[in-house]
């Protein structure tokens, strides 16, 4: 046996024993070239978390404005105050996509958007009491821990604050986004002017500190290596272990066109599998890996449900931040071709909402109800605090 076979059978010995991988271990995983390894260990530690289940939800996304002061390398989507194709949408507009939301029987509306250069903090908790207002059915995640900081810096209340404010108007939980790499070498230079790593880290403990669940993401494949993807994994595995609060991790695939770093080429299908696989292998204390197909594509995401991933995300309506990079995604897929990809994939299609209630729903009518939560069995096997 070579050294590097060595190492990753010394690796599936521990993903066996369901003991903790070393940030070594992650480097080991990078370095392996062993596809067929790599996904058999993640589709392990899957099955243990989530047995046969491949979760999907019913969702839509609002991306209140595209202005945004930041001018982050890997963004398509950002536009300058005054430019053509700026646009911040108004209640009506927001009353209206939440009304078309709640018809076709969405349970969430995913709202993240620019850090625009004049709206007051108030717009953006109008924006989720406008659409609570109107669909109280319907779970708000709402604004990632750079546009909470954001909010903090412009309205000189505190992270708690702001937070308690959305809560009082609707929101429920919070997306992963901006989160892209933690690590100082990468962060400071695609994005070194929103909030740092320890502030996004910070938002997060402070949310789930005040009872709301949240995401996280990693956006790989630009120009970082696997050092700095193992570090981001590192991190977020420390706080939850703190916190618990953490549900799903989602790597995020880099899309290059119209960026700064259109210049860079797309991630390989290779390396969209290594890093679903080594994220559910050194993330042990989340119960959840996405793989959202809208970036992946529904071939790579349909085929990561053997990678370690348990969830393919929604139906998604509305997608304006991959698109404009190039996602050459549809911009919803119904859910009879959902269920029958993940069917395929040889699991059991599952609808969820936001928070892991099994959703079912009254074919005659349209209605829906969320039911019992579901439980992660595999997370005690972790030995961690995750919840
Ligand atoms: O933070 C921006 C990424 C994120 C590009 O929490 C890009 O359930 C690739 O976080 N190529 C926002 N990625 C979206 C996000 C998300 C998506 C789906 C589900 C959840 C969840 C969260 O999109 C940004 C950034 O990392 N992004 N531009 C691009 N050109």
């Not at 990468?186 to 949240?214: F, M, P």
């Not at 009254?362 to 972790?382: F, Q």
């Amino acid at each position: 046996m070579n050294s590097e076979r060595r190492l990753i059978e010394g690796i599936r010995e521990k993903v066996e024993a369901g003991e903790r991988l070393s940030f070594e271990d992650g480097l080991a995983l990078e370095a392996s070239n062993d596809l067929f390894a790599l996904g058999s260990m993640a589709n392990l530690v899957r099955e243990r978390f989530n047995g046969n289940a491949g979760y999907y939800n019913v969702n839509t996304h609002i991306n209140p404005t595209n202005v945004c002061v930041y001018t982050c390398d890997f963004c398509a989507f950002r536009a300058d105050l005054g430019e053509d194709r700026a646009y911040v949408m108004d209640r009506d507009q927001i009353v209206e996509r939440t009304r078309q939301a709640s018809a076709r029987g969405a349970t969430e509306l995913h709202i993240v958007g620019g850090l625009h250069n004049k709206l007051p903090f108030s717009y953006y908790v109008d924006v989720v009491r406008w659409i609570k207002e109107t669909a109280p059915e319907i779970h708000i995640k709402a604004y990632t821990a750079v546009e909470i900081e954001f909010f903090r810096k412009i309205s000189r209340k505190s992270v708690e604050q702001i937070l308690r404010e959305l809560i009082d108007a609707g929101l429920g939980s919070l997306p992963g986004g901006g989160a892209e790499i933690f690590h100082p070498e990468v962060r400071e230079q695609i994005c070194g002017a929103k909030a740092s790593t320890e502030i996004c880290l910070d938002v997060h403990r402070t949310a789930h500190r005040l009872g709301l669940h949240s995401n996280a993401t990693m956006l790989y494949g630009h120009i970082d290596g696997p050092k700095h993807r193992i570090d981001h994994m590192v991190r977020l595995r420390e706080l939850q272990d703190e916190t618990g609060g953490f549900q799903t991790f989602i790597p995020l695939a880099f899309h290059p066109d119209n960026s700064q770093m259109a210049h860079i080429p797309k991630p390989s299908g290779v390396m969209d599998l290594k890093v679903m696989a080594i994220s559910r292998l050194m993330l042990d204390n989340f119960p959840h890996i996405k793989a959202y197909w809208v970036m992946l594509g529904l071939k790579t995401a349909q085929v990561a449900l053997s990678f370690g991933a348990d969830d393919i995300d929604g139906t998604v309506v509305h997608e304006k931040i991959y698109h404009e990079a190039g996602a050459e995604t549809p911009q919803e897929v119904t859910v009879a071709e959902i269920r029958r990809l993940i069917a395929e994939a040889g699991r059991n299609p599952i609808e969820r909402d936001t928070l892991y209630h099994r959703v079912e729903r009254d074919g005659g009518t349209g209605t829906w109800t969320s039911r019992e939560h579901i439980d992660v069995p595999g997370l005690a096997l972790a030995g961690t605090s995750g919840r």
